[in-house]
């Protein structure tokens, strides 16, 4: 059994930054690929970046330059820092897990889901 938990999110101006996290806990190891997802209502959920372990990263075209995705192997915590946040950027953020490599993969290839923590960016 695999838990994530994500944090960190909130309410914030056009052009501020948020730091959210997710911690693993369970049946999880370091092997696990590890993503952020967000999904803003109405809208299918979408992927916004993902990290391996070796340092590899991926970006949705709409987040790069932007977001920033880190991941402690040790913990197995992952880490998604946001800065010049856009009211595009309002959704509910989630970080995703699966037991094979991947990076950003679509949804279905992940098995593992947090509850999600709301980012909301007014203009």
């Known amino acids: 059994q695999v838990q994530l938990v994500e944090s960190g999110g909130g309410s914030v101006q056009s052009g501020g930054s948020l730091r959210l996290s997710c911690v693993a806990s369970g049946y999880i190891d370091s092997r696990y690929s590890v993503a952020w997802f967000r999904q803003a209502p109405g809208k299918e959920r979408e992927g916004v970046a993902a990290?391996?372990?070796?340092?590899?990263?991926t970006y949705a075209d709409s987040v790069k330059g932007r977001f920033t995705i880190s991941r402690d192997n040790t913990k197995i915590t992952l880490y998604l820092q946001m800065s010049s946040l856009k009211p595009e950027d309002t959704a509910m953020y989630y970080c995703?897990?699966?037991?094979?490599?991947?990076?950003?993969?679509?949804?279905?290839?992940?098995?593992?889901w947090g509850q999600g923590t709301q980012v909301t960016v007014s203009s």
């Open positions: 990290i391996g372990r070796d340092g590899t990263t």
């Open positions: 995703a897990a699966a037991s094979r490599w991947l990076l950003l993969a679509p949804p279905s290839e992940y098995t593992y």
